[in-house]
């Protein structure tokens, strides 16, 4: 199992930016996925859940309405575009495989993570 | 939300010794608890899987106990390569949350 992520950055607050996520070794679109981040030093805030097929979503109150996941079952590919970045997103985000198909439950395996800096 | 206190926030061992993390909910979430390892500059890795299963490749080396809104990760023998973080994650509702994170270090 291998969640490979791309896309992070140095970005001026107020931009955008998109996170991805190409997975292999798991039959992707049998499982949920999740993003979650972590402050350099400190611990870690779940962001957003995808379900397998893509057709439910939930957001940290956070990020609502400014960033949007979704995912490419055909690329086995996750994706995490962030909008209005702010200083306070400025993070490690990781790519997560959740343990099944469902979202209550634990996750299993974590990408290496991208950092996201957000500054002028 | 779910809000998870963990204890203490840092503890420095001796070799060999056992090593005992708490975990605190706000609301009872029956065994939708786990915890997670993380060492410095890697992403976070599972241990124990609901509440009490142990994931990790050696079961007598880390496991957990608890329901409802105490839970606890034991360490047993601490060893160099244990030196970590470790953080508990609620996946009864969401938004999911995580503990603050325990540091274990050796002395």
């Known amino acids: 199992v291998q969640l490979l992520q791309s896309g992070g950055g140095l970005v001026q607050p107020g931009m955008s930016l998109r996170l991805s996520c190409v997975a292999s070794?798991?039959?992707?679109?049998?499982?949920?996925m999740h993003w979650v981040r972590q402050a350099p030093g400190k611990g870690l805030e779940w962001v957003s859940s995808?379900?397998?097929?893509?057709?439910?979503?939930d957001y940290a109150d956070s990020v609502r309405g400014r960033f949007t996941i979704s995912r490419d079952n055909a690329n086995k590919s996750l994706y995490l575009q962030m909008n209005s970045l702010r200083p306070e997103d400025m993070a490690f985000y990781y790519c997560?495989?959740?343990?099944?198909?469902?979202?209550?439950?634990?996750?299993?395996?974590w990408g290496q993570g991208t950092l996201v800096t957000v500054s002028s | 939300e779910i809000v998870l206190t963990q204890s203490p926030d840092f503890q420095s061992v001796t070799p060999k010794e056992k090593v005992t993390i708490t975990c605190r909910a706000s609301?009872?979430?029956?065994?939708?608890l786990h915890w997670y390892q993380q060492k410095p500059d890697q992403p976070p890795k599972v241990l124990i899987k609901s509440a009490s299963q142990s994931i990790s490749g050696d079961p007598s080396k880390f496991t957990g106990s608890g329901s409802g809104t105490d839970f606890t990760l034991t360490i047993n023998s601490l060893e160099p390569e244990d030196v970590a973080s470790y953080f508990c994650?609620?996946?009864?509702?969401?938004?999911?949350?995580f503990g603050p994170g325990t540091k274990v270090d050796i002395k």
């Open positions: 997560v495989k959740g343990s099944s198909s469902g979202w209550y439950v634990h996750f299993d395996r």
């Open positions: 995808i379900s397998w097929g893509g057709a439910n979503v």
């Open positions: 994650h609620q996946s009864s509702i969401l938004p999911f949350t």
């Open positions: 609301q009872n979430i029956g065994t939708a």
């Open positions: 070794g798991f039959t992707f679109d049998d499982y949920a």
